[in-house]
């Protein structure tokens, strides 16, 4: 019994091991081969789309791959432009509206000085005036100590910015660089996509492609489903916005709905990037009604999202709410906003292997189990 355990032991430090090593080895060689990491996802999303054309419409695999490669290059380009034109466009309108909104907040913000801000100003000098000397020393050295703060962190933030523009220039060579062995690799991986995967399940043992052909199966199914939920949820939010503006008589509010409905797929910033600043602005600016209709519609926006985001994710995915909730806030305290996206998948990779059996395949190989 007690050689039974120290077999059991041994397997699982070497299962602790194997684990360790395996995902050191996939961080080195990841920041090595990125960019045919990135060809191999575009691949495998374009694979569907070739295969069709392939078969439907006879072309050569090859010569498929190129139109489909040419129609997501024209999708980009053609997305790209459009939002250049409307950023434009916008800019153009902005350089109308703001100088009239600017003077409405300089006035505003004049009253609120010589009502709010010289009154008690005063009250505190005089207050000031009525302290022995060290008190006021005391003060005034708080003061200085806490403006020389300010200088220095605005100093630091700027010589950060100023340092980073070189970096930032000299970047734009190596996403050239990067860019192309992409769209390269993409072709090769796309051309020979069933030899490729062929010869790589010919490299596995019989179980372990199982394993492995049931892994993919399922990740396949729950990438698909949370990009399906996610999509509906941003068209949701997107046509409630729009409807929403096109009430309040919003200029631009096919634009504005969908700049918001994009924002919304960031995890906990999501619309209030946009909507918060956007309410204060029309609150300070004197829009009263403005505001309270933006205030509504972003109601509207946050009740429909936390109603309808746990019923699409289980639906498509079939992650338990509260599982997703954890995995969210355990992956923002680890590692921060990155987390919030990390968290999720982990789960849903967990998941995954759960279904498959990995994991039972591994507890069966350290308590020595053989199968049946």
Do not use: C
């Not at 007690?2 to 360790?20: A, C, D, G």
């Not at 990491?37 to 569907?48: D, E, G, H, Q, S």
């Not at 399922?218 to 996610?230: C, H, I």
């Amino acid at each position: 019994m007690s050689n039974q355990y120290l077999y059991s032991s041994l397997r699982f430090l070497f299962v602790i091991v194997v684990i360790i090593a395996g995902l050191a080895s996939l961080y080195y060689l990841s920041t090595l081969t990125y960019p045919f990491l990135i060809a191999l996802a575009i691949a495998f999303f374009i694979n569907p789309i070739v295969d069709v054309m392939e078969k439907k419409a006879k072309m050569p695999r090859a010569l498929a791959v190129i139109v489909v490669l040419i129609l997501l290059l024209a999708l980009v380009a053609g997305l790209v432009t459009l939002l250049v034109a409307e950023i434009v466009t916008g800019t153009q309108y902005l350089a109308t509206v703001v100088p009239n909104h600017f003077q409405k907040l300089v006035i505003y913000i004049e009253q609120f000085v010589a009502s709010q801000i010289i009154p008690l100003y005063n009250q505190l000098a005089a207050l000031f005036k009525n302290l022995d000397t060290s008190q006021q020393d005391t003060i005034m050295a708080n003061i200085q100590s806490v403006g020389t703060k300010i200088a220095t962190t605005v100093g630091q933030f700027i010589q950060n910015i100023l340092q980073n523009i070189p970096s930032i220039i000299g970047w734009l060579p190596n996403f050239a660089t990067i860019f192309i062995f992409s769209l390269l690799a993409t072709f090769f991986i796309s051309k020979d996509w069933y030899r490729l995967k062929a010869l790589f399940q010919k490299l596995l043992p019989t179980k372990v492609q199982s394993s492995t052909t049931k892994v993919f199966a399922e990740l396949k199914k729950a990438l698909f489903g949370f990009l399906k939920a996610q999509a509906t949820l941003i068209s949701i939010t997107t046509l409630i916005v729009l409807v929403g503006l096109l009430i309040l008589r919003v200029e631009y509010a096919i634009t504005i709905a969908l700049i918001i409905g994009i924002v919304d797929v960031l995890p906990y910033l999501g619309t209030g990037l946009v909507f918060v600043p956007w309410i204060i602005y029309a609150a300070i600016s004197g829009e009263t009604h403005f505001a309270i209709g933006l205030s509504v519609l972003y109601i509207v926006v946050l009740v429909q999202r936390q109603v309808m985001e746990p019923k699409l994710l289980s639906s498509n995915i079939g992650l338990d709410p509260l599982a997703t909730l954890i995995a969210l806030f355990v992956g923002f305290k680890l590692i921060g906003f990155l987390g919030l996206i990390v968290g999720p998948v982990l789960l849903v990779i967990g998941r995954t292997l759960h279904h498959a059996g990995v994991f039972q395949d591994i507890w069966n190989f350290i308590i020595g189990k053989k199968e049946a």
